[in-house]
């Protein structure tokens, strides 16, 4: 079967762009390759090999999962089931964080519940005289992240397992503290849409009323963070007010919200001050 009667069936069943993607990673071809030669034989094996992707597609996996790839902030991260896939609107949490370190600052940093270390590369990579705590409480997260900061040559970030506090040294304290924790009602309805079947499901949702994590971590870091050290917590469209809330019990301070490109509240980010 050449690549354009490959394509036409699989796009029967899947969306155009991910059936070229599926084919261009099967291949390792780039997607212009099926332009150029569109009546170039498949051979078996990787025909065989692109309809089992096809077909896993249609039936929802996630293409990030399906390739094993997935770029965050300019980085190409290797991505498993062990980890979240990175969303285009963590980037928000990314450039919010970048314009409070400044571009010579030699700060310390931490990223919780890192999965495949999106957060903490992107940061690292743009703040090389920073020393970044990366964090999970999954093995097999870790890994894969460890593996992506070694494969970017990004050097200055450090990988613990460990929940929340108990990833960190006792008196350990940063300047800057961010996360984008599980944060999904367990009833929600969407967790059975999109591809979130596929993914790790503690890293969506800490059950409950999807705030278990946000308020552990609020009332946890107060203790590591420095003087007016900033937390950067990124969480669901309609949480933002509940957030903000529950950061001020907690005696936090500078407390807002900011929006993603679809205009809803995604990210808090509060400031802590210790009393003498």
């Not at 009667?5 to 599926?22: F, G, P, V």
């Not at 040559?153 to 929340?164: A, K, P, T, V």
């Not at 008196?171 to 596929?198: C, T, V």
């Not at 969506?204 to 937390?231: C, E, F, V, W, Y």
Request: proline share 4%.
């Amino acid at each position: 079967m050449n690549i354009a009667t490959a394509l036409q069936q699989a796009k029967q069943h899947i969306d155009n762009l991910d059936a070229e993607a599926l084919l261009a990673h099967v291949l390792q071809k780039d997607r212009s390759y099926f332009r150029a030669w569109p009546e170039r034989e498949i051979e078996t094996d990787a025909l065989q090999q692109f309809q089992q992707l096809s077909a896993r597609r249609a039936n929802g996996e996630p293409l990030a999962y399906l390739t094993g790839w997935r770029e965050f902030w300019s980085l190409l991260l290797q991505v498993s089931p062990a980890t979240l896939i990175p969303r285009p609107e963590t980037e928000l949490l990314v450039e919010h964080a970048l314009e409070k370190i400044p571009a010579t600052a030699h700060w310390q940093i931490a990223d919780l519940g890192t999965g495949s270390g999106a957060i903490a590369l992107a940061i690292a990579s743009e703040r090389t005289n920073c020393h970044v705590v990366a964090t999970d409480i999954s093995s097999d997260a870790l890994t894969i992240a460890q593996a992506n900061a070694q494969r970017l040559n990004i050097n200055n970030i450090e990988f613990r397992q460990g929940s929340w506090h108990e990833a960190l040294k006792e008196g350990e304290q940063f300047q800057l503290i961010a996360s984008n924790p599980p944060y999904i009602d367990a009833n929600d309805k969407h967790l059975q849409y999109d591809g979130l079947p596929h993914e790790p499901q503690n890293a969506l949702t800490p059950g409950n009323d999807g705030l278990t994590a946000i308020r552990i971590i609020i009332k946890q870091m107060k203790n590591h963070l420095r003087q007016s050290g900033r937390l950067l917590l990124e969480h669901g469209y309609n949480q933002g007010q509940t957030v903000r809330d529950l950061l001020k019990q907690q005696n936090y301070s500078d407390t807002h919200t900011l929006k993603d490109l679809g205009d809803n509240d995604r990210l808090t980010t509060a400031t802590f001050s210790h009393q003498d």
